[in-house]
């Protein structure tokens, strides 16, 4: 089954139960400041699970579907593994109020194992903790469908989801599980939880499921990776490289929702991937070329007909961001072959130690103790900020994988 006609099955599937079928937004939030990017389907109708908004006056229907665009970048170290990749797309049913935990579960049963035939390891659903009880009513669920089922408990860490960023809806999961990879999300949105942490309970309840379509398609395609999948083959016919083929595919995504390499927030995560992308191109000694022609295919991919309309300026902003990487990163790297300390490529360049560690030999505690020294002494606050965010250690997107 090709990726395409698993995305349309999915849609089609809720669209006849009942679902308004919904266009994805873009992957920058179009009214959320508490993230950088859209990291679930369920972003962009954030304000119906609260009452915010009506979504029977704006879309004709309380239950939607859609395959959202998102972006996470936080476990950007993983990915090149089997499975994790920084721009997904995410099959979603929601509901606001329409209908409850029987018909959302029941259905993603149906689809997995009739629409697709795949065979669930076992589900899991929450066990229970400090002020949100156990999910009994899921368990009695799962246990009428399927005597048989293997049932898993767990607490907040992996049955609990949301808020994306510092507030909003969250609530109890039950989550699929298929060869080994948990494929579907079902949460229930049954409170909404402040800055400080506190819930309290929703007016209404809401459904908001969330499955990853590229670990979908390698689940139902049986490959080894997302990368073998039909969704990844015109890029990893061009390199072999995953973190190239990822990297690539996300940057020009981003791009045609409008994004710019910069210094700050959405650029800088842009910034950082077309650079990261560059110096894995350079490791496997692939040239600039290899880039663009990945960026081509990306645009050119059957899935994305949209991105056609931003193809030239999408190009022009990959190739011209590493094209200016690429000189930067020569003229440091020939300063450190001369004899300067390669803590110049961090000062003069802005390279994180993660991308300076990929292309020189670096003493990673001097280059820390050198690190530290140099935050003491900058007494610019805004530098400040840039290096820690250079240090990979702020997560500003929110969100889990
Ligand atoms: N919001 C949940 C997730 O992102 C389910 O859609 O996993």
């Known amino acids: 089954m090709h990726s395409g006609e698993i995305r349309q099955k999915f849609l ?31 972003q962009q109708f954030k304000p119906y699970y609260i009452g915010g908004a009506d979504a029977v006056k704006d879309f004709g229907s309380l239950n939607l579907a859609s395959s959202q665009k998102c972006v996470r970048t936080s476990d950007i170290e993983e990915v090149g593994d089997k499975s994790h990749l920084t721009f997904f797309e995410m099959l979603g049913n929601f509901s606001f109020g329409g209908y409850w935990k029987k018909e959302a579960i029941e259905w993603a049963h149906e ?60 609530g109890p999961t039950t989550e699929i599980y298929v060869d080994g990879i948990e494929v579907w999300n079902i949460v229930f949105n049954e409170y909404y939880q402040n800055k400080d942490g506190g819930l309290t309970s929703l007016k209404v309840r809401g459904i908001d499921t969330g499955m990853g379509l590229e670990r979908l398609v390698k689940v139902v395609q049986q490959t080894d990776s997302v990368f073998e999948t039909d969704m ?75 991105l056609y309309s931003f193809a030239a300026n999408t190009k022009e902003v990959v190739m011209g961001e590493i094209e200016k990487f690429k000189k930067a990163l020569d003229a440091g790297l020939k300063q450190v072959e001369k004899g300067e300390d390669p803590f110049i490529l961090f000062t003069s360049y802005g390279l994180p130690l993660e991308i300076i560690e990929e292309v020189t030999t670096v003493d990673k505690e001097k280059f820390e103790r050198q690190m530290e020294e140099h935050k003491k002494m900058s007494s610019v606050a805004g530098e400040q900020k840039f290096s820690a965010k250079v240090g990979g250690s702020a997560n500003p997107e929110g969100g889990k994988n």
């Open 12 to 42: 089609s599937f809720f669209e006849k139960r009942g679902h308004k079928v919904v266009s994805s937004a873009s992957v920058v939030p179009a009214n959320d400041p508490s993230v950088l990017f859209t990291t679930a389907g369920m």
């Open 111 to 170: 689809f997995i194992t009739k629409e697709l035939g795949l065979t669930i390891d076992y589900v899991s659903i929450f066990a229970g903790e400090v002020n949100v009880p156990e999910d009994k009513e899921s368990e009695e669920i799962w246990k009428s469908i399927d005597p048989e089922i293997t049932i898993k408990k767990f607490g907040r860490a992996d049955n609990f989801w949301g808020p994306t960023g510092e507030e909003g809806p969250c």
């Open 232 to 306: 990844f083959e015109s890029l990893i016919q061009i390199t072999d490289s995953r973190i190239v083929a990822d990297h690539i595919r996300t940057s020009v995504f981003m791009i045609s929702d409008g994004v710019i390499p910069s210094n700050t927030d959405r650029g800088y995560i842009l910034r950082r991937l077309l650079r990261r992308a560059y110096v894995h191109a350079r490791k496997i000694e692939a040239g600039t070329e290899v880039l663009n022609s990945v960026a081509a295919a990306v645009i050119n991919h059957p899935s994305y007909r949209n």
